[in-house]
């Protein structure tokens, strides 16, 4: 073979261009990291969730391939980016937290563990969005994948709730506004418009998250949880009536 190179200079010559990965086939391989960091931490931290766990990695799989479609239809830059890398971290620990919901931990180290791990995911909530903006990776995409992960966050975190005994079903309400906010704004268009920013309702978002996570927390004292639960109803009822006031304004204007 070196003889064969030698009697064509101009191959011996020819440099070799690096291997570059596609966006696509970065993404995919962050998202095959994403489901086996998720593995992981359910085996450490939730080893009998069994079927469940496993179901609720697959449901990471799922999302992951709605994540590759969207970045192949609406992703305007190159590169993933750490701010996409981050938000991806944070739906693996949203999968640990879900598949504790198949055999909620009742040892108060676990329910430390699952603790911590949701203050670290919403800890990480607000440093994708700064990763974007520096780095010059910020897109509509982005912004719609940080938000559905902050769903699947609150939903999980209000089932646990739940299943931790401190507050009855009705509780689980605090994670389903949202998906109940887009399954009516496909009956009645108006309120699939896009929303202004809005500070305040960025605010609500870390209250409802925060005090869920309180309600999972062993410190929480049982007589005043259903309270807190109450409390956080009330504020999202009042900021999603807003939003829903400002949208049917503005579909009449």
Known sequence: MADLDASRPDLARTPVPPLRLSLQGRAAGALVAAMAAAGAGTAL???????????????????????????????????????????????????????????MPGDAATRWALTALALVILALDGLDGWAARRSGLASRFGARFDVEVDTAFALVLALLVWQSGVAGPWVVALGLFRPAFLVA?????????????????????????????????????????????????????????????????????
């Open 45 to 103: 931290l939730v080893p009998g969730a069994g079927l469940g766990g496993a179901a609720a990695i697959a449901g990471l799989g799922l999302g992951g391939l709605v994540m590759l479609r969207g970045l192949a239809t609406g992703y305007p830059h190159r590169r993933f980016g750490l701010a996409n890398a981050i938000t991806l971290s944070r739906a693996a620990g949203v999968t640990v937290l879900a598949a504790a919901v198949f055999a």
């Open 185 to 253: 704004g496909r009956l009645w268009p108006p309120l699939a418009a896009p929303l202004p920013e809005a500070w305040w309702r960025k605010t609500v978002c870390v209250i409802q998250i925060g005090a869920l996570i309180a309600l999972i927390s062993p410190v929480m004292p049982p007589a005043p949880a259903p309270g807190l639960a109450l409390a956080v109803l009330v504020l999202l009822l009042a900021s999603f009536a807003r939003d829903i006031l400002w949208l049917a304004r503005a579909a009449r204007d």
